[in-house]
């Protein structure tokens, strides 16, 4: 399934990582994930932080964004027992920009489905080959190297909008998921930070490639249990990191809501779907 992401020939697994026809060679990491960057520099660079990765981990396994992973592990098993009977093999599932697994192996635990995920940052990537359920890898959304049309279902949570290259490896009849904040989205949070809080965007990305069909959202009341977790948050949905008197004064009880978009092949062409606001 994968490609050599310098000659973009089938990568084969062997005991130490995989290799291509050309000599191309890529180690296996211990956690179990494969560094496919052409770039020079350090994984580690690249990407989240390590702090601020396993601060998205932490945060995460406390179960505050739990009706997101739950409302796309439904939409999964949709799509599995929808197939036509006349498929072969599991369905395959790609999660662009995966960050530290959450949802990816949640989804990719879902019986019949072959799970994919990668993300830039090899930090994040290396928790989410941890949690397992999935084939991770350390790649680029501008260049995924994975074979044109190979996936069934591909899902991107608040990740940049590629259309080129989600067009490209949706399968001719699959479907795309992305999801996005709502409008309102955590704004009891924003009431604090700013002196005029702000709606989230809703706007759709413009495409030529992709069709949207279909939207739902996923809302719920998340109350923070502790300091750690209200910063959390807030790093998830600012580029900065509050003043300790700021990070005080955030509310321990806000709501998220998120939207989704559906997108899927009509006439040859692969449709965008769209989950959310959740």
Known sequence: MLLCPVCHEPLVDD????????????DRAREGYLYLLRSSKSGDSMGDPKSQARSRRDFLNRGYYAP???AMVELVRKQVSGRAASANG???LLDICCGEGYYTS???AVPGVDAYGFDLGKEMVRLAAKRGDATYFVANMKDIPVPDGAFDMVTELFAPF?????????APEGSLYTVVPGARHLFGLKEVLYDTPYLNDEKLPKTTELELVGTQRVSANITLQTQADIEAVFQTSTSSSPSTAT???LPKRDRFILVGFIWANVKGRPRRCAIGPF
């Open 247 to 249: 990070a005080n004064n």
């Open 90 to 92: 599991s369905m395959t």
């Open 15 to 26: 005991e130490r990582g995989a290799a291509c026809a050309g000599g191309h060679r890529f």
């Open 106 to 108: 949640a989804m990719g």
């Open 162 to 170: 590629n259309e080129r290259e989600f067009a490209r490896v949706l």
């Open 68 to 70: 997101l992973r739950d």
